[in-house]
T-cell receptor, first 113, second 112 residues
Framework: KAGVTQTPRYLIKTRGQQVTLSCSPI?????VSWYQQTPGQGLQFLFE???????NKGNFPGRFSGRQFSNSRSEMNVSTLELGDSALYLC????????????FGPGTRLLVL | DAKTTQPNSMESNEEEPVHLPCNHS???????IHWYRQLPSQGPEYVIH???SNVNNRMASLAIAEDRKSSTLILHRATLRDAAVYYC?????????????FGTGTRLTIIP
């Protein structure tokens, strides 16, 4: 079974631009979570979707948004990029609500210049 | 979220057992103890989890203190591929809390 895939793997943007990252969960998984990883703050939870509904949200500004489609694929969008948004963005999927294990993708590395 | 405390770094010789400690003195009765690891240039990877009893799987063992205020991840025979950052995480799945709250983790170095 294929793992979690994220596209693109690397991205360079400039301040003020917006970006959309994509995540395809493991087949059959309906829950998708997003995390941001930076050297200074470590891994931080962004939001989680299940059945196209956002169930949990972390402490990030409104510039960070996401959505989930009926096939469980998810996208996250960051508008008006800032230098501090440079990070590794990780997507994780799990079978359902309450599932113990999350399976992470390789991440999208975003560099904002 | 209940907090966990881990040493910043540890070293171990190849082919020897490794014991990675984690303190979680504010753990609640419904918190599961999860361990994930992150290899260089990869996303985190699930290792093991438990509630009260010690747990074993093909990757590792988890030893949980009787009062549940601490736990230890045991790698029985470390290899170079076990070099990673190991995260100890408390997760209350009963209340719909799906997010994982990562701490700073322990960076494990394996010495050949």
């Amino acid at each position: 079974k294929a793992g979690v895939t994220q596209t693109p793997r690397y991205l360079i943007k400039t301040r003020g631009q917006q970006v959309t990252l994509s995540c395809s969960p493991i087949s059959g998984h309906r829950s998708v979570s997003w995390y941001q990883q930076t050297p200074g703050q470590g891994l931080q939870f962004l939001f989680e979707y299940f059945s196209e509904t956002q169930r949990n949200k972390g402490n990030f500004p409104g510039r960070f948004s996401g959505r989930q489609f009926s096939n469980s694929r998810s996208e996250m969008n960051v508008s008006t990029l800032e230098l501090g948004d440079s990070a590794l963005y990780l997507c994780a999927s799990s079978l359902a609500v309450g599932e113990e294990t999350q399976y992470f993708g390789p991440g999208t590395r975003l560099l904002v210049l | 979220d209940a907090k966990t405390t881990q040493p910043n770094s540890m070293e171990s010789n190849e082919e020897e057992p490794v014991h990675l400690p984690c303190n979680h003195s504010t753990i609640s009765g419904t918190d599961y103890i999860h361990w994930y690891r992150q290899l260089p240039s990869q996303g985190p990877e699930y290792v093991i989890h438990g509630l009260t009893s010690n747990v074993n799987n093909r990757m590792a063992s988890l030893a949980i203190a009787e009062d549940r205020k601490s736990s230890t991840l045991i790698l029985h025979r470390a290899t170079l591929r076990d070099a990673a950052v190991y995260y100890c995480i408390l997760r209350d799945v009963y209340f719909g809390n799906e997010k994982l709250t990562f701490g700073t983790g322990t960076r494990l170095t394996i010495i050949p």
